[in-house]
T-cell receptor, first 112, second 110 residues
Framework: NAGVTQTPKFQVLKTGQSMTLQCAQD?????MSWYRQDPGMGLRLIHY???????DQGEVPNGYNVSRSTTEDFPLRLLSAAPSQTSVYFC???????????FGPGTRLTVL | AQSVTQLDSQVPVFEEAPVELRCNYS??????LFWYVQYPNQGLQLLLK??????LVKGINGFEAEFNKSQTSFHLRKPSVHISDTAEYFC????????FGSGTKLNVKP
């Protein structure tokens, strides 16, 4: 039981490049979410999903896309990276929206 | 919209002393309340949560929190801290979505 896994752990992009942050969970959780963590701002919700085929926006969705084709996977796509997207990104999963969230180890992204 | 305020960005404390980390939230409806801990270079782990029932909630590692509806607070306490409690602590509320506070860095000194 690996829990929530994220890849890559570190990434450096140039402005305008695109990339996908991967997130997978093996706990059969319906609810998955993406957060970004910036100093002094805590975690802010980017997008979330309540089940396969269903996604919705969080507090800071602009510049990011998500899809949920399977229960296990919830990738986050940066369409055209900007320096303002430099952050640490966390994926989390839970059985339901109000249940305990299990977090992945994070991806540290730098956009030059 | 929901908001969560953690009044103290940093709390220094000596080992074996008591500590309280403050959390206030804004909501006119019922919410679920959580405290998470983040150790350096790791993801977040659940310390405790309040969904309903007793307002005093006990969590892991000797932490507890008290839900106060009239003051819309959910302060985290530990009667005697250890060096290993040095970490960043996040308060969160859930009403349809999760909203996290900005975090409090607890620095336990020997």
């Amino acid at each position: 039981n690996a829990g929530v896994t994220q890849t890559p752990k570190f990434q450096v992009l140039k402005t305008g490049q695109s990339m996908t942050l991967q997130c997978a969970q093996d706990m059969n959780h319906e609810y998955m979410s993406w957060y970004r963590q910036d100093p002094g701002m805590g975690l802010r919700l980017i997008h979330y999903s309540v089940g396969a085929g269903i996604t919705d926006q969080g507090e800071v969705p602009n510049g990011y896309n998500v899809s949920r084709s399977t229960t296990e996977d919830f990738p986050l796509r940066l369409l055209s990276a900007a320096p303002s997207q430099t952050s640490v990104y966390f994926c989390a999963s839970s059985r339901g929206q109000t249940d305990t969230q299990y977090f992945g180890p994070g991806t540290r992204l730098t956009v030059l | 919209a929901q908001s969560v305020t953690q009044l103290d960005s940093q709390v220094p404390v000596f080992e074996e002393a008591p500590v309280e980390l403050r959390c206030n939230y804004s909501s006119s409806v019922s919410v679920y309340l959580f405290w998470y801990v983040q150790y350096p270079n790791q993801g977040l782990q659940l310390l405790l949560k309040y969904l309903s029932g007793s307002t005093l909630v006990k969590g892991i590692n000797g932490f507890e929190a008290e839900f106060n509806k009239s003051q819309t607070s959910f302060h985290l306490r530990k009667p005697s801290v250890h060096i290993s409690d040095t970490a960043e602590y996040f308060c969160a509320v859930c009403y349809n979505k999760f909203y996290f506070g900005s975090g409090t860095k607890l620095n336990v000194k020997p």
